[in-house]
């Protein structure tokens, strides 16, 4: 069992900077992909970022640039430093697991954070 809780969100200018926290419960998390997805109103689920094995990284178009997903093993924590932030990356930012190789699709991910609101004014 997995347990992830998301912390960091909050409101922030165009153009302003957030580090989202996801601290993970379990002995495993090493073994773990671990993924950033974001939801907003009436929006489906999409992929913003993943991080899995040592350091491999993989983003969605829109943020690929701006945002970087980190993780530190000791903590068992996956980070995402989000720069340059925009209106559009207004959402409820989620934080996923899974033990097996990285994907955009969010069903595939078993284990969920309760979500953290980022809102970027104009």
């Known amino acids: 069992q997995v347990q992830l809780v998301e912390s960091g969100g909050g409101l922030v200018q165009t153009g302003g900077s957030l580090t989202l926290s996801c601290a993970t419960s379990g002995r495993t998390f090493q073994a773990y992909t671990m993924g950033w997805f974001r939801q907003a109103p009436e929006t489906e689920r999409e992929f913003v970022a993943a991080i899995w094995g040592g350091r491999n990284t993989a983003y969605a178009d829109s943020v690929k640039g701006r945002f970087a997903i980190s993780r530190d093993n000791a903590k068992n924590t996956v980070y995402l430093q989000m720069n340059s932030l925009k209106p559009e990356d207004t959402a409820v930012y989620y934080c996923?697991?899974?033990?097996?190789?990285?994907?955009?699709?969010?069903?595939?991910?078993?284990?969920w954070g309760q979500g953290t609101q980022v809102t970027v004014s104009s």
């Open positions: 996923a697991a899974r033990p097996g190789p990285w994907s955009r699709s969010p069903g595939v991910y078993g284990y």
